[in-house]
């Protein structure tokens, strides 16, 4: 019987707790009881003819510790017992009644043993069988969290190796970008000091030519002052041969200085033309660089959802070399002008 009461104890407990967690109490309830109460709660459920236990008391009572409430109760059933034995004579019955009495009060407490046995028995073993398929759902719960986890984990370092590889193939297409812009910088500021340089060459040859053409104008003039003497006067003609001689020596100087300077145009043009082939070259990896980002910021898009900042870079870098193409055109063109206009005005070589 105790072991059934324990089980409905255990059961009132858990709701107890439920209903009032840990740190709370029932409210406005006393926390003690008198042992007059707990005797009154008895008499009033055998009044009612319900069984008196502890369980019962407390729940008529709500409050009292199940030990407690069964010791008082039970003293008081010894105490009534005690006064009923002392205030009832016995009775004198015949022999044959008292035994059928002592027969019947054992099969009584027999069937009062045994049902409490199986009721604990029944009890028990609902609560296995409970124990069983929580346990089973339970370790199914757990079955497919762990799938779930291990499903969630692949994916996981799926998605961390694809952006793994975008990322370093990212940093390598901007490194290339990175090394391709310094390379166009590098050769428009060579490409510059060749224009100025071969500007400065073309002013110096200009000027040159310019003062060899004065110089070869004064000695032809001197020349044909010096022919028109000599018949005048043979003295004065071997110093005017002299002076002739001299005048095609200091022409024949001017003419090798002149091929000087024109073999230093020459040498100055064939830089620019070779500084033009390799910003043709930048260029056309510039342009690789841009088709190779492009493809990357496609696989860049499917992996995360931060290309769009590479896709305004390469645009960038697209407009830059296009821009770079256009001026290095313009060059060029500006650069074959020029070139037309110094063979117009440099005069050939008698």
Do not use: C
């Not at 009062?112 to 759902?137: C, F, G, N, P």
């Amino acid at each position: 019987m105790l072991r059934s009461d324990e089980t409905i104890v255990s059961s009132n407990a858990a709701v107890d707790d439920k209903r009032f967690p840990e740190g709370k109490k029932r409210p406005g309830r006393p926390t003690k009881v008198s042992d007059a109460a707990i005797i009154a709660a008895g008499k009033e459920l055998m009044a009612a003819g319900k069984p008196v236990n502890r369980s019962a008391l407390r729940a008529v009572l709500e409050v009292g510790g199940y030990d407690r409430l069964e010791k008082v109760w039970e003293t008081y059933l010894a105490q009534e017992s005690a006064v009923d034995q002392t205030v009832q004579p016995q009775e004198d019955l015949p022999a044959r009644i008292i035994e059928h009495r002592d027969v019947m009060r054992a099969q009584v407490l027999s069937v009062v043993d045994s049902m409490s046995s199986s009721a604990w028995r029944i009890a028990d073993e609902l609560a296995q069988q409970r124990t069983k398929v929580e346990h089973k759902d339970a370790q199914r719960r757990i079955a497919a969290a762990d799938e779930i986890k291990t499903i969630d984990a692949a994916n996981i370092d799926a998605v961390d190796a694809q952006l793994e590889i975008a990322e370093e193939t990212l940093e390598a297409a901007l490194s290339d970008l990175a090394a391709a812009r310094t390379e166009i910088t590098r050769l428009d500021e060579r490409l510059v000091r060749t224009q100025l340089d071969a500007r400065r060459a073309d002013e110096e040859h200009t000027a040159t030519v310019s003062n060899l053409t004065a110089r070869l104008a004064t000695a032809e003039r001197e020349e044909a002052g010096q022919r028109m003497t000599t018949a005048a006067s043979v003295a004065t003609a071997s110093a005017a041969a002299e002076d002739a001689q001299r005048a095609h020596s200091e022409l024949s100087d001017v003419r090798q200085e002149l091929s000087a300077r024109r073999s230093e145009l020459e040498a100055a043009r064939a830089t620019a033309a070779d500084l033009s082939a390799r910003l043709n070259a930048a260029d056309a990896r510039a342009t690789s660089v841009t088709d190779d980002l492009a493809r990357e910021r496609q696989a860049r898009e499917r992996a995360d959802g931060a290309a769009a900042g590479l896709t305004v870079k390469i645009t960038a870098a697209t407009e830059r070399a296009a821009r770079a193409e256009a001026t290095l055109a313009a060059r060029k063109e500006r650069k074959h002008a020029v070139t037309q206009d110094q063979a117009v005005k440099t005069p050939l070589p008698a």
